[in-house]
């Protein structure tokens, strides 16, 4: 009896001296989130790293109150890479430690003194072959096009890089003139599909859409068709003009577990846990090292095999305008 | 009389005081703080009611929320005033199973329900096949991403807190009342507008305030089922809040939301208290 009391407090010593050290990891959630969780927190916490609870999903409004309260309980966070650069600016962040994250490995679009790339994906044009069996869509002047290809098409409805930058390429803007944006001319463009618009807010979602035949056609994350395309569906992409953003790894100013966010970052970005995380999503990897490490095969079904057509969205200048954008965003949604 | 009920009222102030704190640490702290928040970000001052009153945008948003506030009320009440009724008057056996129906429809989560309307709804949904396999429609209805759809999704939401309410008050309504104004030459239609929906009006008052209140602030259904032409005040909080990081305004609009709710509330009390002394 005495025994197992003792082994009892020994134990709860244990288990609270291990929950001291618990760091926490924050991303959106859906099988994105389990593959960081199998990928980077999994062999870091085996290569002897403290163990790493998932939480989430990420809300900036949170992370601001976190900070301001000074009671930060989240250590990493994955976020859009537009609002860390803009957190960073307005001091959300601590500034990430660039002796333990090896910066020389890492795709320079998305380095910064706050936040290094957590994956790039690209924003691309999907389509159900059943709803079109003649004319495939080819181009996003085609999924703008709705005498061509009629029918409900569904955007990302959320302000973010992407969409605009859509609209002004199908409307004959030339990438290399799409910045600064001409937020007239995108939303007139808009206009002309507005009432065929149906929203997705989450990846899932955008993927019940797309399936079910609701929205034949739209824009969608890259990592969202492959999956459904492993699920054994046919779904036409379009690679055209796909347009990369990314999200980012970040640590909030006060956090915790600071020394540990760091090495996780390092862990997280790494040329395996780029590589593993890649395979696992569909989603490009951040660490130039990681092509070597992965299947060709699956290497070609990423962005990063589609630069030639590719068109990036501007990160730096999506910071400085992002509040701009969303008022006007979420104002002309409502109209 | 009056000496031996003050101290009671007194003693029952210190039993509530427990619940008294509890609200003020969890509820009226955290919305001090919204309000001071609302007046002071970016800079101190009235600008951020300034751009909710200002805009048209917004005004359209605040028009929308007590719109279909107003609609799923109404819609309620239709449906739950004879479900009510219905439930009153069964044998207790059959109404102790439709009442656990109804109650289990309460405790499925929020978010699966929505879903599951969703998939029923949308073009391709169950709904719209049927109609069309038996040849009612050519094209499929839009059910989703609009107020049908959101009416639709918050009033299967809200109808057990109108039920509730209801059949308290039908089950207390003499049924010898009902007889006698039959008795007296009434139609059944008379014996309903004239005789049991007056009698009902206290139950029909709190739940539909309830639910008026609860539809004000409601963000998933009307998110998910409804297009953005149809968004409300709560979805226009989380933009601010979630994707701006703009506590000024979410805080803003939170508050008028709050302003808004209180006043009817007053008004309902007001009311009710006018119908008990006459």
Redesign the interface.
């Known amino acids: 009896m005495k025994k197992t009391m003792i082994a009892l407090a020994f134990a709860s010593a244990l288990t609270s001296a291990a929950h001291a050290q618990d760091m926490v990891f924050t991303s959106w959630g859906g099988t994105t989130q389990d593959a960081q969780a199998a990928h980077w927190a999994a062999p870091f916490t085996e290569k002897g790293g403290p163990a790493v609870v998932q939480d989430g999903p990420t809300?900036?409004?949170k992370?601001?109150?976190m900070v301001e309260a000074g009671a930060v309980t989240w250590d990493v966070v994955d976020v859009e890479y537009d609002w860390a650069l803009q957190?960073g600016k307005a001091g959300l962040l601590e500034p990430l430690d660039f002796t333990v994250i090896d910066k020389a490995k890492l795709d320079p679009r998305f380095v910064s003194d706050f936040a290094v790339g957590s994956f790039y994906y690209s924003f691309v044009l999907g389509w159900n072959p059943a709803n079109f069996s003649d004319a495939k869509p080819a181009t996003l002047a085609d999924l703008f096009d709705t005498a061509k290809f009629p029918g409900?098409r569904t955007f990302y409805?959320?302000?973010a890089p992407g969409v605009i930058e859509a609209a002004l390429l199908a409307d004959g803007v030339a990438p290399e003139a799409l910045y600064p944006l001409d937020l007239d001319r995108a939303f007139k463009k808009l206009d002309t599909i507005k009432a065929d618009i149906?929203?997705w807010?989450g990846g899932a979602q955008s993927q019940?859409l797309l399936a079910?035949?609701?929205a034949p056609i739209g824009f969608f994350w890259n990592g969202r068709l492959s999956a459904l395309q492993a699920d054994g569906m046919d779904v036409g992409i379009s690679w055209d003009q796909n347009i990369t953003a990314a999200d980012a790894l970040v640590v909030p100013k006060g956090a915790k577990n600071k020394e540990a966010a760091m090495k996780f970052i390092a862990e997280a970005t790494s040329a395996e846990g780029q590589a593993a995380f890649a395979a696992a999503t569909g989603y490009a990897p951040v660490n130039l090292g990681s092509a070597d490490l992965m299947d060709p095969a699956i290497r070609a079904t990423l962005p990063d095999a589609q630069t030639a057509v590719q068109v990036n969205a501007d990160m730096a200048y999506w910071a400085e305008h992002?509040?701009e954008i969303?008022?006007r965003w979420?104002?002309w949604?409502?109209? | 009389m009056f000496s031996a009920a003050a101290p009671r009222r007194g003693s029952g102030l210190g039993f509530a005081m427990p619940a008294i704190l509890l609200l003020a640490a969890f509820f009226v702290i955290p919305v001090v703080f919204l309000l001071t928040r609302s007046v002071t970000e970016p800079q101190l001052g009235l600008q951020n009611y300034a751009t909710l009153v200002g805009?048209s945008?917004y005004a359209?948003?605040f028009f929308n929320t007590f719109f279909v506030a107003g609609v799923v009320t109404l819609v309620t009440v239709l449906i739950a005033f004879p479900v009510a009724w219905a439930l009153a008057i069964m044998p207790a056996r059959w109404s102790a199973v439709v009442f656990a129906i109804i109650l289990l429809s309460m405790w499925t989560n929020l978010l699966a329900r929505t879903y599951a309307w969703?998939v029923l709804l949308?073009?391709?949904?169950l709904i719209n096949r049927m109609l069309k396999a038996v040849g009612l429609i050519d094209q499929p209805l839009q059910l989703t991403?609009n107020l049908v759809g959101v009416t639709i999704g918050m009033v299967y939401i809200m109808l057990p807190f109108m039920i509730l309410p209801l059949m308290g008050v039908i089950k207390k309504i003499d049924p010898a009342i009902l007889q006698a104004a039959a008795l007296c030459g009434a139609t059944r239609w008379q014996a309903l507008t004239r005789v049991l929906v007056p009698l009902a009006t206290p139950g029909i008052a709190s739940g539909a305030l309830m639910v008026f209140v609860m539809s004000l602030g409601y963000f998933v259904t009307p998110?998910?089922l409804g297009?953005?032409?149809n968004?409300m005040l709560a979805e226009?909080i989380a933009?601010q809040?979630?994707?701006?990081?703009?506590?000024g305004m979410?805080g803003a609009a939170a508050f008028l939301l709050l302003l808004v709710t209180l006043g009817l509330y007053a008004v309902q009390l007001r009311f009710l208290d006018r119908k008990e002394a006459a």
């Open positions: 809300d900036y409004g992370i601001k109150a957190a409900t409805k959320w302000s149906i929203w807010e019940q079910s035949g609701e992002r509040d969303g008022n979420y104002a949604q409502a109209q | 805009s945008t359209k948003v969703m949308q073009q391709t949904g991403n998110s998910l297009g953005t032409a968004m226009l933009q809040v979630q994707s701006l990081v703009n506590w979410g």
